[in-house]
């Protein structure tokens, strides 16, 4: 079985810019959660998708968006971007909305 | 979700076992204590949960004190592999988030 997989792995935008970042679950997942993570903290929910919904929001701005589609795949788009938006996004999938979470290596965004 | 408090960095031997302690002096009944780990530059990774039983699993032990308010992650024979950032986690059964903190620091010494 393939493992959760998120392109691409590192990026650099500038301050003002939009971005996508994209997430393959791992096989048989429905649920797909995403998290911001800032050098040396843990990281922070975003939002989760369950069966293409949304099933929850972290404390983030609106200018943070998602998708899921039929195949479960995800993406995280950002609007606007600013500085503090550097970060590592990881995506993690489950087997269902309330399971563990299988994380994908992330990709960082830097935002100059 | 239950605030968990860690320390900051531990050290540990090759070979021995690694104890890593976590509070979560106010956790609640339906709260699960839940471990990740994250190597550097790789995504947390899954260990173990329990709610209130001890816990083994083939990466590692979770001991949970009678009251629930601490536990400790056993990992008992630490290797190299295992240095890494390792969360303690209490997580409400049925909620969609996990409320990560900054975790301990585990440095694994040859």
């Known amino acids: 079985e393939t493992g959760v997989t998120q392109s691409p792995t590192h990026l650099i935008k500038t301050r003002g810019q939009q971005v996508t970042l994209r997430c393959s679950s791992q096989s048989g997942h429905n649920t797909v959660s995403w998290y911001q993570q800032a050098l040396g903290q843990g990281p922070q929910f975003i939002f989760q998708y369950y069966r293409e919904e949304e099933n929850g929001r972290g404390n983030f701005p609106p200018r943070f968006s998602g998708l899921q589609f039929p195949n479960y795949s995800s993406e995280l788009n950002v609007n606007a971007l600013e500085l503090d938006d550097s970060a590592l996004y990881l995506c993690a999938s489950s087997l269902n909305k309330e399971e563990k979470l299988f994380f994908g290596s992330g990709t960082q965004l830097s935002v100059l | 979700d239950a605030k968990t408090t860690q320390p900051t960095s531990m050290d540990c031997a090759e070979g021995r076992a690694a104890n890593l302690p976590c509070n979560h002096s106010?956790?609640?009944?339906?709260?699960?204590v839940y471990w990740y780990r994250q190597i550097h530059s790789q995504g947390p990774q899954y260990i173990i949960h329990g709610l209130k039983n001890n816990e083994t699993n083939e990466m590692a032990s979770l001991i949970i004190t009678e009251d629930r308010k601490s536990s400790t992650l056993i990992l008992p024979h630490a290797t190299l592999r295992d240095t890494a950032v390792y969360y303690c986690?209490?997580?409400?059964?049925?909620?969609?988030?996990?409320?990560f903190g900054t975790g301990t620091r585990l440095k694994v010494l040859a």
């Open positions: 986690i209490a997580h409400t059964s049925g909620t969609y988030k996990y409320i």
């Open positions: 106010t956790i609640s009944g339906n709260e699960y």
